[in-house]
């Protein structure tokens, strides 16, 4: 009961930061990723997700903690740099996606891709493999989930841990190059 109130008030902190950084919000469009998003955000047990995030690409990388709550028909995330600063919001429901995100995220890490890399690398595969667009191919295993073409390979995400919800993963996107890397630990309802 302790840890969960201490994530809650961590949480609650995240989303008290002021939003004057945040730009304007963003429309957001999967259209052109492998992977539409499903219609319902999240369909399982309630679920509290702290993630520590590296994303690396071109000769930069970012480092952001983020709080991801999954409760039925929703998730809301929070991702903040090392300052505190509140670098990305996304609030999705049955309804609506609404994204935000802060000018210290280049304008090439859109919150589309970094929703839809969350979807592709940790959500059921059944989910994942129901909104895989034509002409990609989604294939699985304990260890490892990709996404490919006829010809090439589009994405991957690496399992370090056999949960990896409490674990480390690694996915990448190879054109353009993309890598994040996510630490991640839960806490379910009490």
């Known amino acids: 009961m302790r840890v969960t109130s201490t994530i809650l008030v961590i949480y609650s902190a995240f989303l008290l930061t002021s939003c004057a950084n945040l730009q304007h919000e963003e429309t957001v469009d999967t259209t052109n990723q492998a992977i539409s998003l499903p219609k319902t955000p999240w369909r399982q047990d309630p679920l509290l997700a702290k993630h520590n995030v590296t994303i690396q690409f071109q000769d930069r990388v970012i480092q952001l903690q983020s709080i991801l709550n999954l409760q039925p028909g929703s998730l809301k995330m929070v991702m903040v740099d090392f300052t505190g600063t509140r670098a990305v919001e996304i609030d999705w429901t049955e309804q609506s996606l609404k994204a935000s995100k802060a000018p210290q995220i280049p304008d090439t890490i ?21 909104n895989i667009r034509d002409p990609y191919i989604f294939s699985a295993s304990s260890e490892k989930r990709s996404i490919k073409t006829k ?9 370090l841990n056999q949960d990896k919800w409490n674990g480390q993963t ?21």
């Open 170 to 190: 690694i996915i990448e996107q190879y054109n353009p190059y993309l890598k994040i890397s996510v630490s991640s630990s839960t806490h379910g309802k009490d």
């Open 110 to 130: 859109t919150a589309e891709q970094i929703l839809n890399r969350i979807v592709f690398a940790f959500w059921p595969e059944d989910i994942v493999q129901q």
């Open 151 to 159: 010809d090439s390979l589009i994405s991957t995400a690496k399992y």
